[in-house]
């Protein structure tokens, strides 16, 4: 069986980035560079062009080369790869070197070494499986991955002979002028026969710039007579990284193919150019999205939802036909038929059970609402549970905090709150209770009570009702 290791080259500095934060950790519609790279890696199998080559199979984990602040960056991507350290920064050459022992430790020993750069976040499953596929079929000693540039650029430049064979990849720094014109380039994805590799990278002679590049491995390889395959896509599914204009630019592109994903999917997106959609959102068919929304994180929206115009929704869940207005959600889950907005805002912790109200100027954080619960203006939920078919009152506020701690406010099913009710946490509002206009709850209210006043006091307590008093609670 011929087996593959991957190695993504990603320790460098990033310094074109001039960044404290290092390159691999750039975010790209939500997710870190490097992350799209991991992701390609991790789609190769399930494309159709590797599913004719059932002879490659990688059994592993892709190896990441890491070097510049190390640490931070395995901290974010976590455990989906394995590391291996490039001490010093020398080149991709010396990068990939670094890599042979964490290779060569694998359990199934791979034939061929499946190369990529950490700052090329368009990159697909589907073309590294071609390159891999292509490398297999010419049985050759490298393979590599071409684009075509229509003007100036910053890749290496590939160079053929008359006869259209491969010689080197001449970086744009030491190529003469007449090789800058040259329009295919290297694309930055590689596939090597380990037997070959380990030992020629081992020979590889520093350039003049002190470094070993790894693109050097081409010209060797031509003068040894070895077979060099190519395989040419779409430059723009390769495109590098190296400074933030190019960052906004991928960034713009990758959009666009969310975007579009999400419309073949059944999801109307009224205005594209101001809609803003992150690689880790998942949308249910017709739902709709209205101009200047950004939809963030990993959030999951159900179907037959309006979501905007200007409302940004980060790290949420939203359940099916919710309406979602000039609104903020973060780390909220709302349950189907939940509409928010204008102007409202859920923080995190804010959970809105079934066909909650939550009208304008409104603020739930860290509270559960009950389902059929009505909130239609000014108010403020922290640290609160409330009970099915509640009524908050315009104005209601829950004061949780008592500059020390954050207390807790629990209301009770069916309960009225009256318009500028303060709730005085901890506190708890009994079932079916009433607070009257502008009560200052400091105490607890027993089921069925109805307080007033300032601190509020009971008046009168109702007997429980067989049929709920809900539907007379209900205000407009
Ligand atoms: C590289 C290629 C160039 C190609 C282009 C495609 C070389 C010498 N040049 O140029 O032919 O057209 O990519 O995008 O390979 N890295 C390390 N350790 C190092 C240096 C770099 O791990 O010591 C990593 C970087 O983190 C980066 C990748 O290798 O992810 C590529 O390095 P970069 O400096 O961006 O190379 P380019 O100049 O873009
Ligand atoms: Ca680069």
Redesign the pocket.
């Known amino acids: 069986m011929n087996t593959y290791a991957t190695v993504v080259?990603?320790?460098?500095k990033?310094t074109r980035m001039r960044s404290t934060l290092p390159?691999?950790l750039h975010p790209l519609a939500g997710e870190p560079l490097l992350a799209h790279v991991l992701n390609a890696i991790e789609a190769i199998p399930s494309t159709e062009t590797f599913a004719h080559y059932g002879t490659f199979t990688s059994a592993h984990d892709p190896i990441v080369?890491l070097?510049h602040e190390a640490a931070q960056v395995e901290s974010v991507i976590g455990q989906r790869c394995l590391y291996a350290l490039?001490a010093e920064?020398?080149?991709?050459g010396?990068?990939l070197l670094s890599a042979q022992p964490t290779v060569d430790a694998l359990d199934s020993l791979p034939q061929t070494v499946l190369v990529c750069?950490?700052?090329?976040p368009l990159i697909s499953g589907e073309i590294l499986a071609q390159v891999l596929a292509e490398h297999s079929r010419r049985q050759a000693v490298v393979t590599f991955l071409t684009g075509h540039v229509t003007g100036p650029s910053?890749?290496?430049r590939v160079v053929r002979d008359a006869e259209g064979r491969v010689q080197e990849?001449v970086?744009v720094k030491r190529a003469t002028e007449e090789q800058k014109r040259i329009k295919e380039?290297?694309?930055?994805v590689y596939c090597f026969d380990r037997a070959w590799l380990w030992p020629t990278l081992h020979a590889l002679p520093r350039n003049a710039a002190g470094e070993y590049?790894?693109?050097d491995l081409i010209g060797i390889a031509s003068a040894q007579g070895c077979e060099i395959a190519t395989v040419t896509g779409a430059l723009e599914e390769?495109l590098?990284i190296?400074n933030r204009v190019q960052l906004a630019a991928v960034e713009q592109l990758l959009r666009q193919r969310i975007l579009e994903q999400h419309m073949y999917d059944g999801v109307t997106i009224i205005d594209p150019a101001t809609t803003y959609i992150d690689a880790g959102v998942r949308i249910g068919m017709d739902t709709i999205i209205l101009p200047g929304t950004m939809i963030t994180g990993k959030t999951q929206i159900g179907t037959g939802c309006r979501i905007g115009p200007g409302t940004t929704v980060d790290h949420s869940i939203i359940g099916d036909n919710c309406v979602i207005r000039n609104s903020a959600l973060e780390e909220a889950t709302l349950e189907d038929g939940v509409s928010v907005g204008p102007f409202s805002h859920c923080r995190p912790g804010a959970y809105l059970a079934r066909n909650v109200r939550m009208g304008n100027f409104a603020e739930v954080k860290n509270s559960y609402v009950g389902a059929e619960t009505d909130m239609h203006h000014f108010s403020y939920l922290g640290d609160a549970t409330l009970g099915d078919h509640v009524n908050i009152g315009a104005g209601t506020i829950t004061c949780n905090y008592d500059g020390k701690r954050k207390n807790h406010t629990n209301i009770g099913a069916g309960a009225f709150i009256g318009s500028d009710t303060m709730l005085v946490a901890p506190v708890n509002v009994g079932e079916h209770a009433t607070t009257g206009a502008g009560a200052v709850v400091n105490k607890d209210v027993s089921a069925g009570a109805v307080v007033v006043g300032v601190p509020a006091r009971v008046i009168r307590v109702s007997q429980p009702v067989e049929s709920s008093p809900v539907e007379s609670n209900k205000k407009e």
């Open positions: 080259l990603a320790a460098g990033g390159k691999a080369v070097g490039q920064l020398l080149g991709t010396h990068a750069y950490g700052d090329t910053d890749y290496g990849i970086e380039v290297n694309s930055g590049y790894l693109t390769t590098g190296n």
